[in-house]
């Protein structure tokens, strides 16, 4: 499985951004796609991820109601729009994911395939 983020950037605080993760090589049905973030010297953090198999999506706390999850018909694409963004949004968003699992998780061990991270800054 091959995974690819991009849409990252540099936009104020109140913008937005929209996430893209081209995602090819899935050998199951059913597969779970997340998106995680890391700022310099914190820990991972789940964001958001969605199953392919069920309408079952989760969204951090942090980011309910600013965020949204989703996915092309064909599957091969998973976006995250991100709106009304902050500074403390500043990070590097990974997307990642994982095969056989009906619901997603925010735990970064379910997944076993990640992606390279694209940098989002949210600065005046």
């Known amino acids: 499985v091959q995974l690819q983020a991009s849409g990252g950037g540099l936009v104020q605080p109140g913008g937005s951004l929209r996430l893209s993760c081209a995602a090819s090589?899935?050998?199951?049905?059913?597969?779970?796609i997340g998106w995680f973030r890391q700022a310099p010297g914190r820990e991972r953090e789940g964001v958001s991820c969605l199953s392919n198999s069920l309408d079952h999506t989760e969204y951090a706390d942090s980011v309910q109601g600013r965020f949204t999850i989703s996915r092309d018909d064909a599957g091969n694409m998973v976006y995250l729009q991100m709106n009304s963004l902050k500074p403390e949004d500043t990070a590097v968003y990974y997307c990642?994911?994982?095969?056989?699992?009906?619901?997603?998780?925010?735990?970064?061990?379910?997944?076993?395939?990640w992606g390279q991270g694209t940098q989002v800054t949210v600065s005046s």
């Open positions: 090589g899935f050998t199951s049905d059913h597969y779970i």
């Open positions: 990642a994911t994982a095969e056989q699992f009906r619901h997603c998780s925010l735990g970064s061990r379910r997944y076993d395939y």
